[in-house]
Nanobody, 115 residues
Framework: QVQLVETGGGLVQAGGSLRLSCTAS????????MGWYRRAPGKQRELAAA???????NYADSVKGRFTISRDNAKIMVHLQINRLKPEETAAYFC?????????WGQGTQVTVSS
């Protein structure tokens, strides 16, 4: 059974930074991609950042230059460095790992940005 656990969320003032981490455990092999999504109140879940095997990254236009995704292959972890946060980025942030074509999701970590 695969488990993804996100950490690092919290309350931060606008302009502040956070580092989110996601640790995968269990029988997880053949990882194709890892990424971070977010769901703001009343909105649909959206991609924030993703990384595929080989290191190519994909960012939402709204986060380019402020978010950085990184991966620790040895520990099966994926991180998201978030800088210059905006109040409208208050959301639950979820980790996703694609293994052999199947998506695994974490429970999410809440990021709240005060103005």
């Amino acid at each position: 059974q695969v488990q993804l656990v996100e950490t690092g969320g919290g309350l931060v003032q606008a302009g502040g930074s956070l580092r989110l981490s996601c640790t995968a455990s269990g029988d997880i092999f053949g990882i194709n991609s890892m990424g971070w999504y977010r769901r703001a109140p009343g909105k649909q879940r959206e991609l924030a950042a993703a990384m595929v095997n080989g290191g190519s990254t994909n960012y939402a236009d709204s986060v380019k230059g402020r978010f950085t995704i990184s991966r620790d292959n040895a520990k099966i972890m994926v991180h998201l460095q978030i800088n210059r946060l905006k109040p409208e980025e208050t959301a639950a942030y979820f980790c996703r790992v694609n293994s052999y074509g199947f998506d695994h999701w974490g429970q999410g970590t809440q990021v709240t940005v005060s103005s």
